[in-house]
């Protein structure tokens, strides 16, 4: 026997596919409020779409520590080895729309939620090591660039090159995603990385600068642009029904979990900014140690509810971890939050997939959609009734800064070119090919005053990429 029918507020409804009418023929009538409640909340069914990652798909797993860091983190996820956190995990492309294909060529987020015992931690990274940008000033112009053009409402790659031109910055992720692994085939067979410097710190108070990767132990396996093409035709969703499909099959997708350490007295001799994310650090100098697993193995039972409305901030970081002067992380320390105030209302975090799974003692009330209790005690700190009280025991070791508040250039004397040239000469002679065909394939019909700035920057990365690329465009460098 299937349940009865209700409205929004629970009573049982008699008819379902008949609105209320006046007369067999005439208007409907206004006091048909189940149908007037049916339409009003259908009407209301769409939240505003992430402006960047707005097409995703999201799995929960398991986060297993298989290598004692304790002596770098007092985070109780690194407590021993062999302890398992709930993690979610959400992969997405950046610049499309929440209905564009999934094998576009773009970065892919790999937004990582783990469920410790002391709070929310979100590691909130992407498959490319590095990003476009050093500078958050930049940001909204580089996405806007990527975007569609607000007078033709399409994309244009005119635009995105122009705007490269005058970004230099941006060449080692460039090439990287017009390299083979712009296309991941689905989100199963690429790396992801936290990107930024993080930090950790231990018991006695000592700090040390982190990357994290993520090594896929599926492989790399990546699209070619052909097969990208045809897929966003006959099956835009493919990364999105791969993973869940694979996990439905019981095929579990997982990583290995590496970091870079670096003692916090290292950055100040580093031979770059270490905060710089536009670039590595290279593996020879701070090699990668294993510290864990990490394995997808559950489907989201609603996509709406776990996917759509997960909601991921750098600035979710327990105890033990910490972030660091990468200035486009502080940009995102701020920005991701209020994206989220913005989308799913300041309560955002009692949903039940960014909920934390320990306690949450907050003097934090009221305001849109409180959903949970609102609190049990009385709404002020300090006080006289017993409320929770601070704990300076958890407290991150101080940080020394020096220098002068200025605007000051990111970009002044910074070496650009180096790791792009670095990654184009580690590629494959086919590798070099595909890449430069890909980069000349999309500058194809631009303006000279748009190529030729860009040629140059890639002539800088290596003599060869520049004129590879100005061989295949009939130009001379
Ligand atoms: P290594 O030889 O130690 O490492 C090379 C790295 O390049 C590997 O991590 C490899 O990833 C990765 N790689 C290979 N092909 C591609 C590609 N098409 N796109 C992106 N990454 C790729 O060298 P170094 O540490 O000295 O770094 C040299 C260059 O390698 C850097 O300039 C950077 O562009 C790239 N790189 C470096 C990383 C780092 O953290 N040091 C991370 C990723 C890239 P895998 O092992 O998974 O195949």
């Avoid at 290279?282 to 609603?302: A, M, T």
Wanted: proline letters at 6%; one cysteine or more.
């Amino acid at each position: 026997m299937s349940k009865t029918l209700t409205t929004a507020g629970g009573h049982p409804v008699a008819q379902n596919q008949h609105s209320l009418t006046a007369g067999e023929r005439g208007p409907v009538l206004i006091q048909d409020m189940h149908l007037i409640e049916k339409l009003a909340h259908f009407n209301r069914e769409r939240i505003p779409e992430r402006v960047v990652h707005a097409k995703g798909a999201g799995a929960y797993g398991t986060f297993t520590v298989t290598a004692d860091i304790t002596k770098w983190s007092r985070a109780a996820v690194f407590s021993k080895v062999g302890k398992k956190t709930e993690t979610f995990l959400r992969f997405s492309t950046v610049a499309g729309e929440k209905g564009s294909a999934d094998t576009e060529r773009d970065p892919r987020g790999f937004a990582l939620k783990f469920y410790t015992e002391e709070g929310i931690w979100d590691l909130v990274g992407n498959n490319t090591p590095v990003f476009f940008e050093r500078d958050p000033s930049k940001f909204p112009d580089f996405i806007h660039s990527q975007k569609r053009d607000p007078i033709t409402g399409y994309k244009n790659p005119k635009r995105m090159w122009d705007y490269w031109a005058k970004s230099p910055e941006a060449m080692h992720q460039i090439t990287i995603l017009f390299s083979d692994r712009g296309i991941p085939d689905g989100y199963r067979f690429m790396n992801g990385y936290g990107s930024h410097t993080f930090s950790l710190w231990n018991a006695k108070g000592e700090r040390f600068w982190v990357k994290f990767h993520f090594k896929s132990k599926q492989g790399i396996k990546n699209l070619s642009p052909a097969r990208a093409a045809e897929l966003a035709g006959s099956d835009p969703d493919y990364a999105t029904r791969d993973l869940f499909e694979a996990i439905e099959r019981g095929e579990f997708p997982e990583w290995r979990v590496c970091i870079q350490v670096m003692p916090e007295a290292d950055a100040a001799k580093y031979r770059f900014n270490p905060f710089d994310l536009t670039k590595v650090w290279s593996h020879k100098d701070y090699p990668l140690v294993e510290i864990g697993e990490l394995e997808l193995n559950r489907n989201p039972k609603n996509y709406f509810a776990e996917v759509e409305q997960a909601a991921f901030s750098p600035a979710n970081l327990p105890p033990g971890i910490g972030a660091s002067p990468d200035k486009m992380l502080q940009a995102r320390l701020f920005a991701y939050p209020d994206a989220h105030r913005y989308r799913l209302g300041v309560n955002y975090q009692q949903l039940a997939v960014n909920r934390s799974r320990s306690a949450v003692n907050s003097y934090h009330r009221d305001g849109s959609m409180r959903f949970d209790e609102n609190g049990t005690y009385d709404n002020y700190e300090p006080n006289g009734f017993g409320g929770p009280a601070q704990d300076p025991s958890v407290a991150e070791p101080p940080l020394a800064l020096a220098g002068t508040v200025d605007r000051h250039d990111q970009h002044k004397g910074n070496d650009d070119y180096s790791q792009a040239g670095d990654l184009y000469r580690l590629l494959s002679a086919e590798e070099r090919e595909r890449l430069t065909q890909v980069i000349a394939g999309t500058m194809k019909g631009l303006d000279r005053a748009i190529v030729l700035p860009n040629l140059e920057h890639f002539a800088k990365c290596d003599p060869d990429y520049g004129a590879r690329i100005a061989n295949k465009l009939g130009l001379k460098l």
